[in-house]
């Protein structure tokens, strides 16, 4: 599974808060419209200007905050291919797989913003196509990997109706 995009690049700490504002919060029975915003407190034209598989890089402890499933979502409904960071809160990554958004922890230190990337979740190899650095992050278990093929977990019960890993 190879992904290309372009990097948007975030500091540590970015909450559920900041990918999904809480202003919106009358939005979060229209998700897609809700997308419009993900991630505005942070970058205001991040949602109006990043291209579908973009990719969001950040620092650590991405996704803190509450465990709504609707920061991932709209991630993954904005077009952001994958999100890469040096490390996620808990629930956040696990929401992430489980709607079909890939989450891959490395040091993104040597990434910057709008360099093209290219990263392989099966070899756990993100070449860096701006600078010709390549990373290494730790490839991901072949369940997650079907379940991202799948959609997500929802998809994959729909699919099989059950686990079929």
């Given at each position: ?49 990043m ?36 490390s ?23 990434i ?54």
């Open positions: 599974m190879a992904l290309e995009g372009k990097a948007w690049k975030f500091g540590d700490s970015i909450s559920t808060d900041h990918i999904a504002p809480g202003r919106y919060f009358h939005l979060r029975t229209n998700l897609p419209e809700l997308a419009k915003h993900v991630l505005e407190d942070a970058d205001p034209q991040f949602a109006e200007k291209e579908p598989g973009d990719f969001v890089v950040a620092g650590r402890n991405f996704g803190l905050g509450s465990s709504r499933e609707h920061a991932p979502r709209i991630i993954k409904i904005a077009g952001v291919s994958a999100v890469l960071a040096r996620f809160a808990r629930i956040f990554y696990r929401n992430a797989i489980n709607v079909g958004l890939p989450v891959l922890e490395l040091d993104t230190s040597g910057e913003a709008g360099d093209r990337l290219r990263l392989d979740l099966e070899t756990g190899v993100v070449e860096n196509l701006t600078s010709g650095e390549k990373l290494e992050f730790q490839p991901l278990p072949p369940v997650m990997l079907k379940i991202l093929a799948d959609g997500g977990l929802v998809e994959h019960f729909r699919k099989y109706g059950e686990f079929n890993l």
